[in-house]
């Protein structure tokens, strides 16, 4: 488990139901795919989790994500076109459980924008899947469409390895 051990303040009972954001730089590509995975991941599982997604930056607060996302979550049965992106805020760490970041970049910007004061527990989404620590969800936005695809290979692995950690803190 490679979750920040420093405890915080506020934390809920392990039974309710968890929240869940991850996060990217734009929030069009990388994490509503990872929403969107999620979604899928606990719905096959019967598993009841409340999930969302942001941005760092604020370049895409308002739209729909990249065209190739939703596109690439399409051939999963997950339409995403309705996701409005939006920009992590201080009050997310009060609000969610788990706060996943894509790359290490984003890693460096959670921190700046983390007040400090919440119950989130942070970590980068591919450091929880086995095998895989230090790896980085890496940026398709300016790649090609077939980059779509890789990303969302390594975003369901990481949804399906945070759902295990789910089920034992919360299932
Ligand atoms: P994401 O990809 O962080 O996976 O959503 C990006 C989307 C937009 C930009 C960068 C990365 N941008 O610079 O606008």
Same mark, same amino acid.
């Not at 405890?7 to 734009?26: I, T």
């Given at each position: 488990?490679?979750?920040?051990?420093? #405890?915080?303040?506020?934390?809920? #009972?392990?039974?309710?139901? #968890?929240?869940? &954001?991850?996060?990217?730089?734009?929030? !069009?590509?990388?994490?509503?795919?990872?929403?969107?995975?999620?979604?899928?991941?606990?719905?096959?599982?019967?598993?009841?989790?409340? +999930?969302?997604?942001?941005?760092?930056?604020?370049?895409?607060?308002?739209?729909?994500?990249? #065209?190739?996302? !939703?596109?690439?979550?399409?051939?999963?049965?997950?339409? +995403?076109?309705?996701? /409005?992106?939006?920009? &992590?805020?201080?009050?997310?760490?009060?609000?969610?459980?788990?706060? &996943?970041?894509?790359?290490?970049?984003?890693?460096?910007?959670?921190?700046?924008?983390?007040?400090? %004061?919440?119950?989130?527990?942070?970590?980068?989404?591919?450091? !929880?899947?086995?095998?895989?620590?230090? /790896?980085?969800?890496?940026?398709?936005?300016?790649?090609?469409? %077939?980059?779509?695809?890789?990303?969302?290979?390594?975003?369901?692995?990481?949804?399906?390895? &945070?759902?295990?950690?789910?089920?034992?803190?919360?299932?």
């Amino acid at each position: 488990m490679t979750f920040r051990a420093v #405890p915080r303040n506020g934390c809920r #009972p392990d039974m309710s139901k #968890p929240r869940v &954001l991850f996060v990217c730089l734009g929030n !069009i590509c990388r994490s509503p795919l990872a929403e969107a995975a999620l979604r899928r991941a606990a719905a096959e599982a019967g598993f009841e989790v409340d +999930i969302e997604s942001a941005g760092t930056a604020d370049y895409h607060v308002g739209e729909a994500p990249d #065209p190739r996302a !939703i596109e690439e979550a399409r051939k999963y049965g997950i339409d +995403i076109k309705e996701y /409005r992106g939006r920009q &992590l805020r201080p009050q997310d760490f009060r609000e969610f459980d788990y706060i &996943l970041g894509m790359d290490r970049s984003n890693m460096a910007n959670i921190a700046r924008i983390d007040p400090g %004061d919440g119950m989130a527990k942070v970590a980068m989404l591919l450091d !929880i899947v086995p095998g895989q620590k230090g /790896r980085e969800v890496a940026d398709p936005w300016f790649g090609e469409l %077939d980059g779509f695809s890789a990303t969302w290979k390594e975003v369901d692995a990481g949804a399906r390895a &945070l759902l295990e950690v789910l089920l034992e803190e919360h299932g």
